[in-house]
């Protein structure tokens, strides 16, 4: 079936270091993914993006690398601040008839150390 | 630029009673329209999705209906809420194809009791 989960529910990073937030994907199919940014009480907040013809993109202190011979996908985050402590889920676009769903992974809390 | 409405924050409900959240968005035309549920500590399940007025598709069997009178209105609904409708309800805007990402509206916190 298709599935899309994370290798770790809780990461603990020092203030300053970089966060790695990993993700596994079952359907090799799969050709967008998406990291957002859980605030609790809050909506997701979409973070970064990266289609399938790329291994690579990079935002603002944030890179995704996507793995397609092992179906994996990362986050880096660069120089860990305390308003990065959240949750980050992973998410993968599956196409419907006329529109796409996500599938979303359990997600990983991220906990920034001071 | 575009913002997602959703009302109420937070509402406590007995169960059997009826249920209706409303979602709007401002700053886009024909957007996609999409309705989430989280329980606690877990990622996202798809309840309907909508690709314009009065077109609505499930996914997941339940005690939830959806409905689009407007463009930019999407409402869920049940007529008798369970315990199990608890959660945290997401609504969600995209634009038409398919790399587009979506984007959340804040919220509603449904206790059911």
């Known amino acids: 079936g298709e599935s899309v989960g994370l290798h770790l529910p809780t990461l603990s990073v020092q203030e300053g270091d970089n966060s790695i937030i990993n993700c596994a994907y079952s359907n090799s199919a799969s050709d967008y993914f998406i990291w957002y940014k859980q605030e609790s009480g809050k909506g997701p907040q979409f973070i970064i993006d990266i289609r399938s013809n790329m291994d690579k993109r990079q935002g603002q202190r944030v890179t995704v690398l996507l793995n397609k011979t092992v179906k994996h996908l990362s986050l880096q985050i660069a120089a860990t601040q305390p308003g990065d402590s959240a949750v980050y889920f992973c998410?993968?676009?599956?196409?419907?008839?006329?529109?796409?769903?996500?599938?979303f992974g359990s997600g990983t809390r991220l906990l920034v150390r001071p | 630029s575009q913002t997602i409405h959703q009302w109420p924050a937070t509402l406590v409900q007995p169960v059997g009673s009826p249920l209706s959240l409303e979602c709007t968005v401002e700053?886009?035309?024909?957007?996609?329209l999409y309705w989430y549920r989280q329980a606690a500590g877990r990622g996202l399940q798809l309840l309907f999705y909508s690709v314009g007025i009065g077109q609505i598709s499930s996914e997941v069997p339940q005690n939830l209906s959806a409905s689009r009178p407007q463009d930019r209105q999407f409402i869920l609904s049940s007529k008798k809420l369970l315990l199990s409708d608890s959660g945290f309800y997401l609504c969600?805007?995209?634009?038409?194809?398919?790399?587009?990402?979506?984007?959340f509206g804040p919220g509603t916190r449904l206790t059911v009791l």
């Open positions: 700053g886009t035309s024909n957007p996609n």
């Open positions: 998410a993968e676009n599956k196409a419907l008839d006329s529109s796409y769903k996500l599938i």
């Open positions: 969600a805007w995209s634009g038409q194809g398919t790399y587009n990402e979506q984007f």
